[in-house]
Each structure stands twice: as C-alpha cells, then as structure tokens.
C-alpha cells in the first residue's frame, strides 16, 4: 500500500487566495483526520470524518475553513480566503474504525501565505 | 480526556535502550495509551499501544503500570534514526501535547 497520499507537499500562496489541501486515505480505512501543526500550537485536531460524515468538526479555526469528503478514497481541506496565520504544516491521517486511535500519517502539505 | 505529562527532552547513547516515561494520573478505564513518534520534517508515526497490559512489537514495548498512572517506552537498542519528539496520549480522540525530545548520541 501507497500509505495515506497528499497533495501538494509545498504551497506558497498569497493572502486572499483559495487553497485546497489534498488527501487520499489509506485503502480500506474509514476514518480520515485532518491535522494543523505549527511551532507555536503543535499538532491540532481540526476535523474527523467516519465512512466519509464528519464526526467532529470541532478543531475547525473558523468559517474560512471547510473539509469535505465526497467519497472513501478522497477528502480535500479548503481555506478561502487564506491569511498569513494559516501557515502551517497540514497532515491528513487515517485509521480503521477497530483501531481509531492507531492512525497513519500522510507526508503532510507545508503551506506559506504571503 | 486525560492529560498526559512528558519531559521535555531527554539524551541516549546509541546502542542503549531509552526508556521514556509519561504520567497519565487522571486516565480512565476505556481509555488507551498511545505513543507516537515524529522525525523531523515528516508526520508522526504510530509507534505501539495498550490498555492495561504491558505490549511489544517489533519497534518498542510498553510498560504500564498497575495503577494506570503512568507508562514507559522502551526501545531497547537505539539508533541515531530513532532521533525524534514522541508524544504519550491517553485520550479517546487524539490531542497531541508538546511531547519528548529524544536524541540519540553517538
């Protein structure tokens, strides 16, 4: 298995402009988790969803954020419009539902806003 | 949730085990321990888990206490790839904390 992909790796966007963060799952797991980490917070939950409905979205910063999962093998996080203190690393995990806690990491997306 | 509390950092000599501790005094009893790992610049790696009995795999054990107010992670030969923050979680939902900076030393 592939382990869980993201993309991109890198985006460098200008403050204002829409972002949308990537993810596919590892095949088979139905949870999906969508994670922020910077120098300041650390890793921060920022959603969950299980069999692609969101169970927690109570890590979300605020309404400029919003995740979405149309089906079991993609999930898009998007910001719009993005400002400069949403520069972060953002990783996107998933597990098995009989070992929700037992989750893997994808490479994450570094995103800068200029 | 329960909180857990890690030192900060911590140093091993290559070679040696590491044991690294967490305090986990307000667990309660369906809650897991969780130790994960992250190496610099990538995202953080699932490491083992338990409930109440001591676990090994092929990367660690962990030891829990009877009590279930604390627990060690022990790798029991380190290498320099094992250079990482490991974070201890004892929740339902995974809040990671700041964790421990290990380095292994040559």
């Known amino acids: 298995d592939a382990g869980v992909i993201q993309s991109p790796r890198h985006e460098v966007t200008e403050m204002g402009q829409e972002v949308t963060l990537r993810c596919k799952p590892i095949s088979g797991h139905d949870y999906l988790f969508w994670y922020r980490q910077t120098m300041m917070r650390g890793l921060e939950l920022l959603i969950y969803f299980n069999n692609n409905v969101p169970i927690d979205d109570s890590g979300m910063p605020e309404d400029r954020f919003s995740a979405k999962m149309p089906n079991a093998s993609f999930s898009t996080l998007k910001i719009q419009p993005s400002e400069p203190r949403d520069s972060a690393v953002y990783f996107c995990?998933?597990?098995?539902?009989?070992?929700?806690?037992?989750?893997?990491f994808g490479p994450g997306t570094r995103l800068t806003v200029t | 949730d329960a909180k857990t509390t890690q030192p900060p950092s911590m140093d091993c000599a290559e070679g040696r085990a590491a044991n690294l501790p967490c305090n986990h005094s307000?667990?309660?009893?369906?809650?897991?321990v969780y130790w994960y790992r992250q190496i610099h610049s990538q995202g953080p790696q699932y490491i083992i888990h338990?409930?109440?009995n001591n676990e090994t795999n092929e990367m660690a054990s962990l030891i829990i206490t009877e009590d279930r107010k604390s627990s060690t992670l022990i790798l029991p030969h380190a290498t320099l790839r094992d250079t990482a923050v490991y974070y201890c979680i004892a929740l339902q939902k995974l809040v990671f904390g700041q964790g421990t900076r290990l380095t292994i030393n040559p």
């Open positions: 338990g409930l109440k």
């Open positions: 995990a998933s597990s098995l539902s009989s070992q929700a806690g037992e989750q893997y």
């Open positions: 307000t667990i309660s009893g369906n809650e897991y």
